[in-house]
């Protein structure tokens, strides 16, 4: 796929004619739409985990997103 190398999860749309796919990258995740004609849609944009993934709804209405945040602190204590 010109512009988009590197997929990690590959998931079929209700149809069988599309497809799912993750593009992992340094600094997140993006989930493609590729229509059969072979051209690639942005669908979503994770920042914090690289990996991401979708299946659709047995109906076609929905579509179910794997996605991943973390929160974390550093605490330093000197002298203590």
Not at 25 to 30: K, V
Not at 31 to 38: E, F, V
Request: with cysteine.
């Amino acid at each position: 796929m010109p512009g988009w190398p590197g997929f990690d999860s590959v998931d079929f749309d209700i149809d069988g004619k599309g497809l799912f796919v993750c593009r992992a990258a340094t600094g997140g995740g993006t989930l493609l739409y590729i229509d059969p004609a072979g051209k690639a849609h942005a669908s979503w944009q994770q920042k914090s985990s690289p990996q991401t993934w979708a299946i659709p709804s047995r109906d076609g209405q929905h579509l179910a997103i794997m996605g991943q945040s973390q929160n974390a602190n550093l605490w330093m204590l000197e002298d203590f």
